[in-house]
């Protein structure tokens, strides 16, 4: 199996800031990474497809970088409705693996 | 719009089998990859597996030897059974669909989520 590895487990931000999350994966998956962002309750949403690639309706303040095991998620300005839990998730293989989240929270 | 909705029981006694099914509505549910996928309370993702809907499967192989999964075309629906459940597969379940677009393959549409218990 492909071991996704996030960082940090959690963070805290305030309404502005430039947040980055990073995601490794074990061995190369070319750019088959996804993002996803979850709520309290809710199923996780797709965010960045293919490493870099904005999911229709998602804000532009959202982007993605990377490729082969070293990939970024970065929120170029926060919002408060970014507070949430993100995934990274690799597509290279199967089985499909998750991350184990970055928790943002308010500072 | 697509729409996913996970329905079955919400209890399940430990040893049984844990019976989920996914229904799709406002779309096809030929030509896609349809995975479930878990989350215990206050953890992360788990990727149960997927179908697709000539009948190929993929199973995580932590649970391979536990799961199974059908799809029944005629009514838009896919389904996950799960053999003798324990404590330890108590979480909510969720059904999702798999595109492959864009360069990338991501799951695009989740159901909302079902919860359910492993207790006697």
């Known amino acids: 199996d492909i071991q996704m590895t996030q960082s940090p487990s959690s963070l805290s931000a305030s309404v502005g800031d430039r947040v980055t999350i990073t995601c490794r994966a074990s061995?190369?998956?070319?750019?088959?990474l996804n993002w996803y962002q979850q709520k309290p309750g809710k199923a996780p949403e797709l965010l960045i497809y293919a490493a870099s690639s904005l999911q229709s309706g998602v804000p532009s303040r959202f982007s993605g970088s990377g490729s082969a095991t070293d990939f970024t998620l970065n929120i170029s300005s926060l919002q408060p409705e970014d507070f949430a839990t993100y995934y990274c998730?690799?597509?290279?293989?199967?089985?499909?693996?998750f991350g184990q989240g970055t928790k943002v929270e308010i500072k | 719009q697509v729409q996913l909705q996970e329905s079955g029981p919400g209890l399940v006694k430990p040893s049984e089998t844990l019976s989920l099914t996914c229904t799709v509505s406002?779309?096809?549910?030929?030509?896609?990859?349809w995975s479930w996928i878990r989350q215990p309370a206050g953890k992360g993702l788990e990727w149960i597996g997927r179908i697709y809907t000539g009948g190929t499967t993929n199973y995580n192989p932590s649970l391979k030897s536990r799961v199974t999964m059908s799809v029944d075309t005629s009514k838009n629906q896919f389904s996950l059974n799960l053999t003798s459940v324990t404590a330890a597969d108590t979480a909510v379940y969720y059904c999702a669909r798999e595109v492959a677009a864009g360069g990338g393959r991501q799951f695009d549409y989740w159901g909302q989520g079902t919860l359910v218990t492993v207790s006697s």
């Open positions: 406002g779309g096809s549910i030929t030509t896609y990859f």
């Open positions: 061995q190369s998956i070319s750019s088959y």
């Open positions: 998730q690799q597509s290279y293989s199967t089985p499909r693996t």
